[in-house]
């Protein structure tokens, strides 16, 4: 599972420090990457791997930014048949929101 931020108006070339003015809401993302492609057919390269019909599905909610009191302390976990298969924080986030909704603006 991954934190999925949902953008609310136009955002282009936005600097980080307004990135936030940007952002809509935000929902849950699960990530099903087409492993095989991307270790067997593409050499590892990550993009097309994800990027395959119906990879990436979304929700069932949206939860309003302004729901949200601190949008790094929100718990991730996914359960298969109540299995935990993943239990993570979004505290562990690699990048911060600003940056990445200012770089995918650019």
């Keep these: ?22 952002v809509f809401g935000f929902t ?8 095989d492609w991307q270790k067997k057919r593409n050499g590892g390269q990550w993009l097309l791997g994800k990027s395959m019909d119906g990879s990436c599905p979304l929700g069932p909610s949206v939860v309003l930014k302004k729901a949200v009191a601190d949008p790094y ?8 048949n109540g299995i935990v298969k993943q239990d993570s924080n979004t505290s562990d986030m690699i990048h911060k929101i600003d940056y990445i909704v200012s770089y995918l603006s650019q």
């Design 73 to 80: 302390a929100l718990p991730i976990r996914c359960k298969v």
């Design 28 to 35: 849950v993302a699960q990530d099903i990457t087409a492993r």
């Design 1 to 22: 599972m991954e934190l999925a931020v949902i953008i609310g108006k136009t955002a282009r070339d936005v600097r980080p420090t307004d990135a936030m003015d940007h």
